[in-house]
């Protein structure tokens, strides 16, 4: 009996509701780029690892030492030496890879590797004195083991979401060796699982920084205006002198607050938002630099004010009605071998033709947080943001590990971006099947969203029910969802015709906004007057009519995302005359040249 009430202790426990605040990380480093720091961005040397050699030996023992990748230790010097010893690594003389970037686009060798790989990269720095060290990741895919000088200073899952690692203790004046295993394998616990219908990617894909810091210093700094007009936020500190401090929150040259840390280091202030304040919106991005200072240490950002509601189906931007003209959007720069490495100007030529191009306002960001570089040119440039985790199609519903994992990569994502005012919609999952577990892990991460923001809106894109009498939502996750959206592909996947897309019909409910998350066609660029075949640019422009012309009688749709800008890598698409590991349903090829179907969004759009 005993064993069996602890057996069921346990459960309960596995079970038991994440708190949002368990869900923080230990350092967050907010407004990072604003800091001191040392870009180690650039050519790092790698090896391979594809049986794990450099963590584990057979049967999960130890790894042997002449396998550990990250030993502090120059092989070709202690070769010299001669002896009994010898090694089957040597980082210092392996073959380079440009950092930021995914190993894909690297070399041949490696366009479809799956597994393990070992970075090294050598720096220089100054002893913290007096001050502390971080290591701060924009992204590793998907799981990163970290080494400095030897030692493990940190482990993180999740491919697209930043970690902080304090190497105050283990960083060295002068030269130090930084060593991250990344190992890109997927399965059936992981977030994503390893069925996609994306290319996963691997490696150090977004920058990463040496960051220093006074030894009590910002941490986490929120600001954002509310629906009352008052402009409200928080104040982290971290650090032996973290209570009782002053703190000051500068907006722009339109006013400061004031505010004092509690025991916990952490400040609220509060205050009516200035005269003079401009409301950001699409058409007119203002953002204002705000300067955060407290205890000798000073953070910027620059932030836009704006307020974003639901009022039955209408979606409210500062108190008036928004109508989404969208598309999605994957993570890859343009150019034949994309490999994430999303600079600014890569991000920026993408987020152009949506702005300028579709005449566009808004952006589903696509199936994962993207970089924080992306989402800041979305403030800058006007673009209105859905931003989500990749709980894609299906994971482990029922296990509390992953679900844990799910709302641990939300809080990451929600922490980062908070400060964002392009960013109005977090979205809890893309096309799950329904059943009651799925629910209720979708439920979670919805709750999760109203605990660690309330400002913003919570959708899903969901699966529809297509029948004879029309087009349904039958998913009882819409009642945790203030926008419902859905994907919706009738004239490309089933049978049916153009000429019947248009004539659907959609029951939905008419108390909620709706948004046409997904619709799209596949289409080669260049494949033309081959009469209306599928896969012919005439083909997905005339899909793009008949769909466009059925939503419009939709009364309760508020906006559209279709699927998608830009032609993606997937290796499930082989056609080996359309596709060759390509999804062909951007409106533009990969490398930027413009199918029919883009002038015909973009009147649409136009019209609007």
């Known amino acids: 009996m005993k064993t069996l ?39 790092w040397t790698y090896s391979k690892d594809l049986y794990r050699t450099g963590l584990t030996d057979i049967n999960g023992w130890v790894a042997k030492s002449r396998m550990q990748r990250y030993r502090d230790i120059d092989v070709a010097a202690s070769e010299a030496k001669g002896g009994a010893d010898f090694f089957e690594f040597d980082l210092d003389r392996g073959p380079t890879i440009n950092v930021p970037g995914a190993w894909n686009a690297a070399a041949a060798e490696l366009r479809y590797y799956d597994g393990l ?46 970690f902080v690692l304090e190497v105050t203790e283990a960083l060295r004046a002068g030269e130090n060796r930084l060593v991250v295993g990344v190992d890109s394998t997927h399965d059936a616990q992981s977030i994503p699982t390893f069925i996609t219908d994306w290319d996963l990617y691997g490696g150090i894909t977004r920058p990463v920084r040496l960051i220093t810091t006074p030894a009590t210093f910002i941490d986490d700094a929120h600001i954002g205006l509310r629906p009352d007009g008052r402009i409200t936020g928080e104040v982290r500190l971290q650090g032996p002198q973290a209570a ?32 003079g304040l401009e409301r950001w919106s699409p058409d007119k991005p203002t953002l204002y630099d705000i300067r955060f200072s407290v205890a000798g240490d000073t953070l910027r950002d620059r932030v836009g004010f704006r307020t974003i509601a639901v009022k039955g189906n209408q979606i409210l931007l500062n108190g008036k009605p928004l109508w989404l003209r969208g598309i999605s959007l994957h993570e890859e720069e343009f150019g034949p071998n994309p490999a994430r490495n999303m600079s600014e100007q890569a991000s920026r030529a993408l987020l152009h033709e949506i702005k300028h191009g579709l005449n566009g306002n808004y952006v589903r960001l696509s199936h994962y947080p993207h970089s924080e570089t992306t989402v800041r040119l979305a403030d800058e440039m006007g673009l209105l943001v859905w931003s989500e985790i990749p709980v894609y199609w299906t994971v482990d519903w029922d296990n509390p590990a992953v679900l844990r994992k799910a709302l641990a990569m939300q809080a990451e994502t929600i922490y980062r971006d908070r400060n964002r005012a392009a960013v109005i919609l977090w979205s809890v999952g893309n096309e799950t099947p329904v059943s009651p577990s799925r629910t209720r892990f979708h439920s979670a991460m919805a709750d999760n969203v109203r605990q660690l923001d309330p400002s913003r809106l919570i959708s899903a894109a969901l699966l529809v029910k297509h029948d004879g009498e029309g087009s349904s939502i039958q998913d009882p996750l819409v009642d945790k969802l203030d926008v419902l959206a859905v994907n919706t592909y009738a004239g490309w996947y089933g049978s049916d015709t153009l000429d019947a897309v248009a004539k659907l019909k959609w029951k939905v409910p008419a108390d909620r906004p709706l948004i046409l998350s ?8 260049g494949y033309r007057n081959d009469g209306m075949k599928k896969f012919t640019e005439e083909y997905q422009a005339e899909y793009y009519r008949k769909t466009l012309a059925m939503a419009e ?21 082989e056609h080996p005359v359309f596709q060759n590991g390509w999804n062909r349903k951007g409106i533009l090829s990969e490398t930027g040249m413009r199918k029919q179907a883009f002038g015909v969004l973009a009147d649409y759009y136009g019209n609007k």
């Open 5 to 43: 009430a602890a057996f069921w202790i346990l459960v309960a426990t596995l079970f038991a509701p994440v708190l949002a605040q368990d869900l923080r990380p230990p350092f967050l480093l907010t407004g990072a780029l604003s800091r001191d720091s040392q870009d180690l961005s650039g050519q």
């Open 117 to 162: 790989i070992w970075f090294q990269r050598k720096f220089r720095a100054e002893a913290p004195a007096g001050k502390r060290a971080f290591l701060r990741f924009e992204a590793v895919n998907y799981r990163a083991y970290v080494y400095l000088n030897g030692k493990e200073v940190g482990r993180h899952e999740g491919g697209f979401t930043p």
């Open 244 to 275: 009782n401090q002053a703190v000051s929150v500068a907006i722009g040259a339109l006013g400061t607050a004031r505010a004092v840390t509690g025991a916990d280091g952490r400040a609220v202030f509060d205050l009516a938002a200035p005269k």
């Open 553 to 573: 009688n939709i009364p309760t749709l508020r906006g559209m995302s279709p699927w998608i800008l830009k032609d993606f890598r997937s290796p499930r698409r």
């Open 518 to 525: 997904e619709f799209g066609a596949d289409a080669l660029a």
